[in-house]
């Protein structure tokens, strides 16, 4: 395990370096977690260590509040958890732009970045995610106070123990714990936002996202919206694109990074 200190935090991160860099400078992807079930370990057991086998700089890290990173009672708008991910990369000593990979609400900090910070960034990848707009300040507003209400119920937590089993029932209740003493369900639909337009977006963008979810519905306003933009959608797949399609990740994430890397132009 390893520690970080960026800003008032201590961070837990992982960082896995490949024997034989791509092209023998390696691109550096950075891989940030979804909200309050997730964490690092969902990338450690995925994508990191594949990638690095083929020759990308990995760096991989738990979200403020979650997994062993410090848990303050306060300050979780998206632009705090922005701020974390530039302190991260300067606690790191990694000074060239990165490819920042974001599964779901890890989604919404890799677009944040890109706005706030244009010179960090060599490319966003998105996983099942959403820029953070006015209306997805919405989505969110209603998904965790949802989920704060409903998680505090032992039944609600029996339920998901005995139809998904004991795993996801003890990730319900670390969900409940930040959600009941932290104050994450109230900032981050707070949080400040980009334009609609996403004009402020002008890296490369890659998204991928499973047919069944929903969130596919994005992809025209992507397509017509960014510049250099790729969209993939994967058929009979819901929001767990990360677990259940590995493999397929893999493959199509590595193709972008090793591609963007060599070619910075027009991707389209």
């Known amino acids: 395990m390893s520690r970080l200190r960026a800003g008032e935090l201590d961070v837990h991160v992982q960082r896995l370096t490949p024997d034989v860099p791509l092209d ?20 450690y057991f995925t994508l990191g260590p594949a990638f690095a086998e083929q020759g990308l700089d990995v760096l991989m890290y738990d979200l403020r509040g ?13 632009e705090q958890f922005v ?23 890890g989604a919404s900090v890799a677009f944040g970045l890109a706005a706030a910070r244009p010179d960090r960034v060599a490319s966003v990848v998105v996983i099942e995610g959403e820029p953070p707009t006015e209306e997805w300040t919405r ?20 339920w998901i123990a005995e139809n998904h089993g004991a795993h996801t029932a003890r990730l319900s209740k670390a969900a409940n714990k930040i959600l009941q003493t932290t104050t994450i369900a109230d900032d981050v639909p707070r949080s400040a936002t980009i334009a609609a337009d996403l004009s402020a977006v002008r890296c490369p963008v890659f998204a991928i996202f499973g047919g069944d979810s929903g969130l596919a519905a994005q992809v025209p306003h992507f397509e ?24 397929e990740v893999i493959e199509l994430i590595f193709e972008w990074v090793r591609d963007t890397s060599r070619v910075p132009a027009r991707v389209r």
């Open 139 to 158: 989505h969110m507003a209603d998904g965790l106070a949802d989920a704060k209400t409903r998680l505090a119920i032992d039944e609600v937590i029996g």
């Open 66 to 78: 979650h997994g062993r990173t410090t848990r303050p009672t306060a300050g979780y708008h998206l």
């Open 224 to 247: 017509s919206h960014l510049d250099r933009c790729r969209c993939v959608v994967l058929p009979d797949q819901g929001h767990s694109v990360l677990v259940e399609r590995t493999a």
């Open 83 to 105: 701020g974390d991910l530039v302190a991260v990369l300067d606690a790191a000593g990694i000074t060239r732009p990165v490819h920042v990979v974001g599964n779901s609400f």
């Open 24 to 43: 023998g400078d390696a691109p550096v992807v950075v891989c940030v977690h979804g909200l309050l079930t997730d964490s690092l370990a969902s990338y």
